[in-house]
C-alpha cells in the first residue's frame, strides 16, 4: 500500500530530523572548536587550533581539569561501593520499612539540581565544609549513587538465585561467598557503574559551581567563561570533556564484552 | 558406628502462618539412597533445605551422627547439593566449577587440580574442563554439577529434583549413572522428587510425603504393595480402590458392599474390622485377571472396556463397571491374545480377597 | 521407627538476627543520605525561617521571609513564567517525540532501535552547557542559521534572549530522555492488540490514539513528568538563551543566593518549586494509574 510506505518515509524523515536537532549542538561545537572566527557564521572561518592552545596554555583550566579527574575517580568509587550495597541488600533481603529504604537510595534524581545545590551549600557551610574538593565528592556521590545501584541491581537480577547458597553449600561462608561469586558475576555492572558515575560526575555543575568556592572543577570553568562572554576555548573544552566521557564508555563496553567472549574465565 | 547417619526429631517448620513441615521425625540410614517424594508443596524441598542449613528449624532438632546441626552454618556441614537449576558458576570455566568445594576447604592448587579432573573423567565429561558452563548440554552440566558435589566425598549427597530439567531418555541414562555412582561410593544419597518413577527407580526407602508430614516410609516395593492409606495409594500407582460397608465377617474375608457389588477382602490378623465399617481397600492393577466368564471363585465384576494404553509387552486397560466405577487392569500383551476385546460380548474382572489390601485413612 | 535418642542436648533453634554481614551492605546508604541527602533538605526548610542581619544568617524561627517572598509580584510572575515555560515544554517535547519514539517502536528493526537507543543516550556525555552555548552561537541573530535564511530572503529573526530559545534549550535538554522513555514503553505494547485492532477494522490513525497511547500510558506519562521536572528546574536555558529577563524560578535563587547572600529567601522559592514538583508528580501518577470505571 502506497499510503504505508509514504507513512513509512515520512517516519523516518522526522527520525533523521529528530536525530540531526540533537546532535546539532555538539556537531556543531565540535565544528567551531577547530574555526577561526570568533563569532561563527556561514560561511565558516580557517581551520584553526587557536582555542585549543589557547586553553592547553591556560593554567585554570588544568587545575580544573585535575579537580575533575579527582572528583570523578573518587564519586566513581564511593557511588559504585553504596549503590553495590543498596543493591545487593535490595536483592538478597526483605524487611520492614523496604519500600521507605529504597525510596530514599532512590530520590536524588527527582530533585531538581539547583535545589539540591542551594542545600548542599547551606549544609556544608552550616557544618564548616563549604569549598572543600571533598564536599564536591559527596555532593556528587548522592546525585550518582542511585545510577550505580539501578545498574547493578539489574545485573543481580540476572543471577541464579541458588548461586550465593550454592557457594556457602560448597563450603563458603557469606562473606566468601561474597567475594567469590557475588562480585565476579556483577562484574561487569560494577565496571559500567564505575565508568558511568565518573563521566556524570565529570560533567556536572550546577552543584559543583554552588559548593566548590575556589576548587573548581571543568565545568564550573566553562559556566565561568560562558557566563563573561562568547568564547570558543568552550568549544574546545567541550570537545574534550565529550572525548573523556565517550572513551570511558567505550573502554567499559570492551572490558565488558571482552569478558563475555573469553566465556568469563577467571584469571 | 552406628546405621543411622541423620536424625529428624519432631522438626516444624513454619514460615509466619504457615507450616511447611509438621512435626516430622525421620531417620536416613548411613549408605542408603533415600528418596523424599510427594505432590508440589508437601514439603520435602523444605525439609532437604533444613538438612542443608539452608532453613532453620522453627522447633525441634536434626542430628548428624548424634551432635546437632541446628547452631552448625550452611558453610560449615558437610552436605553438598545437587540443585534444580543447577546453579553453575557462570563465571568459573568446567574444572574451576568443580575445584570450588575444595579451593574453599583450602585444599592446595595442584592438587584440587587433580582431583577434579579425576572427577571430570569419571563422569565422562574430561575434554571440557576448560569451557564455559553455558557451552555444555543440559546432559553434561548434571554431570558438573554432580563432579562438583562429590569432589569433597562428602558422607552425604543431596538432590532436589537434579533431573527435572532433563529431556525423558537422558532422564533414564542419568538415572542409570546415579544409582551406579551410589553403589560405588557407597555414601548416603538423600534425593528430592515428585516423579514416582524416579523415586521408585532409584531409592532403597522412599519417604512420601503430604501436607508436611509423612504419610509413609519404606522400600519401593513395600509401598506398592502395602500403601499405608488413600493418599498413598492414589499417589503411587494406577491402582483399583474401592470403599464401602462392611456387610458382615467370615473367617478371615470381610465382605464389603461397595457400589461395583459385595466383594470379599482378607483381613488377615486384623481384629479392628467390624461389621458396619466403613472401609477402603487398594487392588493393584496388576493383580486382576480379565475374562469372558466370570471365575470359579473369588471377586468378580462385569465390566465393559472404554480404552486401552499399549506401550510394548505391557497393556492397560480402562474400564467400567455398571454402576460406573472405574478400574484399571495392566496385563501383558500375552494374556490378552486369547480375548478379542472389541467382539466379546461379556468381560469380568476378577482377582483373589488376598490380593485386595485395605487402607486406613489419616484422620 | 526407633524412638527419638535419649543422649546429647537439643540443640535450640537458632532466631534468624540480623548479623553484621547483613548491616554492612544495609547502613551506608541509610547514614550516607541522612547525613548528606535528607539533612540538607531539612536545613533548607528550616533556614527558609531564618533571619539575614548584616549580611550574616542567623538562626530563628521567623516567617519574614514567607512574607516578603511571597508578596512580592516579581516572586508570582516568575512562578507563572517557569510553570508556563515548564508546561510549554512538556507538551512540545512529548508532541515532537511522538512520533519518532513511534517509528522506532514499530516501524524499525530491533537492531537499528538498539543503535538509535545507544545514540541518543550519548548526548548524556556531553557537556549540556557547551551545546547550549552551541546553540547561543547558532542562533544568533548573526549566526548560522540567520546567514542560511538570508540566502532565501527571509530574516533574520531574533531568536535569542526569547521564550523561543529557552524552548529550543530545554528540547535540548529533554527530548533525548523522552524519545527513550517513550520508545521503551511503546515496543513494550503487545502487538496482538494492536493487530486485533486493526482486524476489526480500526484505521492506523485511530488505533494508535485509541490502543497504543492508552496501553503505553504509563510510560508516557513518566516521560512527560521527567520533562517537565527538568524544565522546571534548569537555570542554564532561560539564562543564556532566554535572556534571563524575566527571570524564571531556577534564576531567581541563583540571584538571591550568589549576588544577594540571601540564602533564606532563595530556600523560600526553593521550598514552593518543591511543593509544586512534588503536587505535579503525584498527580500525574494518579493520572497514569486511574482505572477507568464504567
Request: with cysteine; net charge neutral; charged share 20%.
Amino acid at each position: 500500500m502506497t499510503s504505508d510506505r509514504a507513512v513509512r518515509w515520512f517516519l523516518r524523515c522526522y527520525l533523521a530530523l529528530l536525530f540531526l536537532f540533537v546532535f546539532a549542538p555538539i556537531l556543531a561545537s565540535v565544528v567551531f572548536s577547530f574555526n577561526s572566527q570568533r563569532f561563527p557564521t556561514i560561511p565558516l572561518g580557517s581551520f584553526s587550533l587557536q582555542w585549543y592552545e589557547a586553553i592547553l596554555e591556560d593554567p585554570d583550566v588544568w587545575d580544573a581539569v585535575r579537580t575533575s579527574i579527582i572528583v570523578s575517580i573518587s564519586t566513581a568509587c564511593l557511588a559504585t561501593f553504596i549503590g553495590f550495597c543498596t543493591a545487593y541488600t535490595d536483592y538478597r533481603y526483605g524487611f520492614r520499612f523496604k519500600g521507605a529504604y529504597l525510596a530514599l537510595a532512590l530520590l536524588p534524581p527527582t530533585i531538581p539540581l539547583i535545589i539540591l545545590a542551594l542545600a548542599m551549600l547551606a549544609w556544608f557551610s552550616r557544618i564548616g565544609a563549604s569549598g572543600q574538593v571533598w564536599s564536591i565528592i559527596i555532593a556528587h556521590t548522592v546525585l550518582c549513587s542511585p545510577f550505580a545501584m539501578a545498574i547493578i541491581r539489574l545485573r543481580l537480577q540476572q543471577m541464579d538465585r541458588n548461586l550465593e547458597p550454592a557457594a556457602w553449600n560448597l563450603g563458603a561462608s557469606e562473606w566468601r561467598g561474597m567475594g567469590q561469586v557475588v562480585l565476579p558475576f556483577a562484574r561487569p555492572a560494577i565496571i559500567s557503574a564505575l565508568c558511568l558515575t565518573a563521566a556524570v560526575s565529570f560533567d556536572e555543575f550546577a552543584v559543583a559551581w554552588f559548593v566548590s568556592g575556589l576548587n573548581k572543577t571543568v565545568p564550573v570553568i566553562i559556566l565561568e567563561i560562558v557566563t563573561g562572554n562568547i568564547d570558543p576555548q568552550v568549544n574546545a573544552i567541550g570537545t574534550f570533556v565529550f572525548i573523556t566521557s565517550i572513551t570511558l564508555v567505550v573502554i567499559a563496553q570492551i572490558l565488558i564484552m571482552a569478558r563475555e567472549s573469553k566465556g568469563g574465565t577467571a584469571p | 558406628m552406628s546405621e543411622v547417619l541423620v536424625v529428624f526429631d519432631d522438626v516444624v517448620k513454619r514460615f509466619g502462618e504457615f507450616a511447611a513441615v509438621k512435626r516430622m521425625s525421620l531417620e536416613i540410614r548411613r549408605g542408603e539412597f533415600l528418596a523424599l517424594m510427594g505432590p508440589s508443596g508437601c514439603g520435602k524441598t523444605t525439609t532437604l533445605r533444613m538438612l542443608a542449613g539452608l532453613e532453620l528449624p522453627s522447633e525441634g532438632d536434626i542430628t548428624l551422627e548424634g551432635q546437632s546441626l541446628l547452631s552448625v552454618r550452611p558453610h560449615e556441614r558437610d552436605t553438598p547439593m545437587v540443585w534444580q537449576s543447577l546453579a553453575l558458576f557462570p563465571f568459573l570455566d568446567v574444572r574451576e566449577n568443580v575445584e570450588f568445594g575444595l579451593k574453599m576447604r583450602g585444599v592446595a592448587a595442584d592438587e584440587r587440580r587433580r582431583r577434579a579432573e579425576d572427577w571430570l573423567d569419571r563422569l565422562g565429561i574430561a575434554e571440557f574442563a576448560r569451557r564455559n558452563v553455558e557451552q555444555l548440554s543440559g546432559g553434561q552440566r548434571q554431570r558438573v554439577a554432580l563432579a562438583r558435589a562429590l569432589v569433597t566425598e562428602p558422607q552425604i549427597l543431596l538432590l532436589d529434583e537434579p533431573l527435572s530439567a532433563l529431556d525423558a531418555h537422558l532422564v533414564i541414562r542419568m538415572q542409570g549413572v546415579l544409582t551406579r555412582l551410589q553403589r560405588e561410593l557407597g555414601i548416603t544419597f538423600v534425593y528430592v522428587t515428585h516423579s514416582q518413577s524416579e523415586a521408585f527407580a532409584m531409592a532403597d526407602r522412599v519417604v512420601i510425603m503430604s501436607d508436611g508430614e509423612i504419610s509413609q516410609i519404606g522400600a519401593p516395593r513395600d509401598i506398592y504393595r502395602t500403601p499405608a492409606n488413600r493418599f498413598v495409594a492414589e499417589f503411587v500407582g494406577r491402582n483399583n480402590i474401592l470403599s464401602g460397608k462392611v456387610k458382615r465377617l467370615e473367617q478371615n474375608d470381610a465382605v464389603v458392599a461397595t457400589p461395583a457389588g459385595a466383594l470379599k477382602v482378607s483381613v488377615g490378623e486384623d481384629n479392628s474390622i467390624s461389621e458396619g465399617d466403613e472401609i477402603s481397600f487398594v487392588i493393584a492393577a496388576d493383580l486382576v485377571r480379565l475374562s469372558q466368564e466370570p471365575p470359579a471363585e473369588g471377586n468378580a465384576v462385569p465390566v465393559s472396556l472404554i480404552s486401552e494404553e499399549f506401550i510394548g509387552s505391557v497393556v492397560t486397560l480402562f474400564l467400567e463397571s455398571d454402576d460406573g466405577t472405574e478400574f484399571r487392569a495392566q496385563l501383558q500383551e500375552r494374556e490378552l491374545a486369547d480375548i478379542d476385546l472389541k467382539a466379546a460380548k461379556e468381560l469380568y474382572l476378577s482377582w483373589p480377597p488376598a490380593s485386595g489390601h485395605i487402607l486406613v485413612d489419616r484422620i | 521407627m526407633a524412638d527419638a535418642p535419649q543422649g546429647p542436648v537439643r540443640g535450640k533453634p537458632a532466631v534468624r538476627r540480623l548479623d553484621g554481614y547483613a548491616l554492612f551492605f544495609r547502613l551506608p546508604i541509610i547514614f550516607w543520605q541522612l547525613l548528606f541527602f535528607v539533612g540538607p533538605l531539612i536545613f533548607m526548610i528550616a533556614m527558609s525561617f531564618f533571619l539575614v542581619k548584616n549580611y550574616r544568617m542567623v538562626e530563628a524561627f521567623e516567617f519574614d521571609n514567607w512574607a516578603k517572598m511571597l508578596a512580592r509580584g516579581y516572586f508570582w510572575d516568575s512562578y507563572l513564567l517557569t510553570f508556563g515555560l515548564a508546561a510549554l515544554s512538556t507538551l512540545v517535547v512529548t508532541t515532537l517525540a511522538f512520533p519518532a519514539s513511534y517509528a522506532l517502536a514499530f516501524k524499525v528493526s530491533p537492531g537499528v532501535r538498539r543503535w538509535a537507543i545507544f545514540f541518543l543516550i550519548v548526548p548524556f556525555f556531553t557537556s549540556y552547557l557547551v551545546r547550549t552555548f552551541s546553540w547561543y552561537v547558532i542562533l544568533a541573530e548573526s549566526g548560522p542559521i540567520n546567514a542560511v535564511l538570508s540566502y532565501i530572503g527571509l530574516g533574520p529573526y531574533i531568536m535569542l534572549n526569547t521564550k523561543f530559545g529557552t524552548i529550543v534549550g530545554y528540547m535540548t535538554l529533554t527530548l533525548p530522555l523522552v524519545v527513550i522513555l517513550q520508545t521503551l514503553s511503546l515496543s513494550h505494547v503487545d502487538r496482538s492488540l494492536i493487530e486485533a485492532a486493526h482486524n476489526l477494522g480500526c484505521g492506523r490513525m485511530r488505533t494508535v490514539f485509541t490502543v497504543i497511547v492508552p496501553l503505553a500510558k504509563v510510560g508516557l506519562i513518566i516521560g512527560a513528568v521527567f520533562c517537565f521536572i527538568l524544565s522546571f528546574g534548569d537555570f542554564v536555558s532561560p539564562y543564556y538563551l532566554g535572556g534571563s529577563k524575566p527571570p524564571t524560578l531556577p534564576i531567581l535563587i541563583i540571584d538571591t543566593t550568589k549576588s544577594g547572600q540571601q540564602w533564606p529567601r532563595a530556600a523560600v522559592v526553593a521550598i514552593m518549586m518543591m511543593a509544586t514538583l512534588l503536587t505535579v508528580a503525584f498527580a500525574a501518577i494518579a493520572l497514569a494509574y486511574r482505572r477507568r470505571v464504567r
